[in-house]
């Protein structure tokens, strides 16, 4: 009993500690972003952006996310009949989830309503969203690199891809183990406190990297990569800023890998802070960048809020069952849409 008591304690503490940086991280990165931001000159450069850019980058933007429901979909195949709609509205559930919850909580909620929807164990869920991720960290290290042969990357830009490089190859050995030899990572896990549940992540990962499915979900993560570039271009475009396809990739780049880190929902913040890194590489004034970082913001975080809201209301999750959801650690969220 004390054993058990200690060990959620200890969990809280470390939740507590997490949510306390994460927090002084995003209220460090606005001050630092808006500090001398003249609104009073800024915001009347705003009545010139074109609004049909801006209207394409939420679209895209949008896409963006049925294309990730449809690698998740092709990916879960091997392991169950798992339906498009669920996956995009699991997804939608979770970047809600995101925008209102810190630590991006939405991550594990939506691979909790794929495993109740789809029939199978969390676990095996939970495993699929970490494949997604590795698809996506390889993709961005072979980005990081195709940009670094046409501009010069700052050093620490390099030292960053290199440790993602690193995470990246330990996850894809710990994988390649999985599936070339089963049995010994059964044996492994086997002796763990949490045994049963790392046996079936065992099998969901060999089921779902052995199969033909994962080959054609790591060619959908090419173009749910490539989707991501139109938000940003269009955005560019519609404030006129003119800069070279080299800077998308770099913006998108970087902003990928700075709010992977858990932070306030929706990222603000640190989304702010490293859009405007990522532009000043390119010798765009900090006003400038401050003022696209803003829109940018604006156009990927509101329509998302606005879609997963409609997609935890079609799934009866209120705004309340996810604070339960974190709150309890994870508990599952009780929804009249998960019987479905």
């Keep these: 009993m004390g054993s ?17 940086l994460g927090y002084t991280f995003s209220i460090a990165s606005l001050v630092w972003v808006y500090w ?3 609104w009073s000159t800024e915001l009347p450069k705003f009545a010139a952006v074109g609004w049909g850019w801006l209207a394409l980058a939420v679209v895209s ?11 998740w979909s092709l990916l879960l195949r091997s392991v169950a009949a798992v339906s498009l709609f669920r996956s995009v509205q699991a997804i939608f559930v979770g970047l809600f989830a995101n925008a209102v919850l810190p630590l ?12 109740r929807w789809a029939g199978i164990p969390f676990t095996v869920s939970l495993s699929s969203a970490l494949i997604e991720r590795l698809l996506d960290g390889i993709l961005l290290v072979l980005s990081l690199y195709a940009v670094a042969l046409a501009f010069p ?10 440790v993602l490089a690193l995470l ?3 996850i894809s050995i710990l994988l390649a183990i999985v599936v070339f030899y089963k049995r010994r990572a059964h044996a492994a896990v086997s002796r763990s406190r949490w045994g049963e549940a790392l046996q079936q992540a065992v099998e969901g990962l060999h089921a779902m990297s052995a199969s033909r499915w994962f080959y054609a979900s790591a060619a959908v993560s090419v173009l749910y990569l490539a989707v991501q570039l139109i938000p940003v271009y269009a955005v560019m475009k519609g404030l006129q800023l003119d800069l070279p396809l080299a800077a998308v990739a770099v913006v998108l780049v970087i902003l990928r890998l700075g709010t992977a880190l858990p932070q306030a929902p929706s990222n603000v913040g640190g989304f702010q802070f490293f859009t405007v890194v990522a532009l000043r590489l390119f010798d765009v004034d900090k006003a400038t960048a401050t003022g696209f970082a803003t829109v940018f913001f604006v156009v990927a975080t509101l329509p998302l809020i606005a879609a997963g809201a409609i997609a935890s209301a079609m799934a009866g999750i209120g705004i309340g069952d996810l604070r339960r959801h974190a709150r309890a650690g994870f508990q599952p969220v009780k929804s009249p849409g998960a019987e479905a």
């Design 4 to 20: 058990g008591g200690g060990g959620s304690s200890h969990r809280s503490a470390v939740s507590r500690l997490a949510l306390a």
């Design 36 to 38: 001398g931001f003249d």
């Design 61 to 71: 933007e949008l896409v963006t996310y049925f294309c990730q429901g449809w690698r």
């Design 104 to 115: 991006r909580s939405g991550e594990l909620i939506r691979a909790y309503l794929q495993a």
């Design 153 to 162: 990357m700052p050093g620490y830009l390099g030292n960053a891809s290199l």
């Design 168 to 170: 990246v190859a330990v």
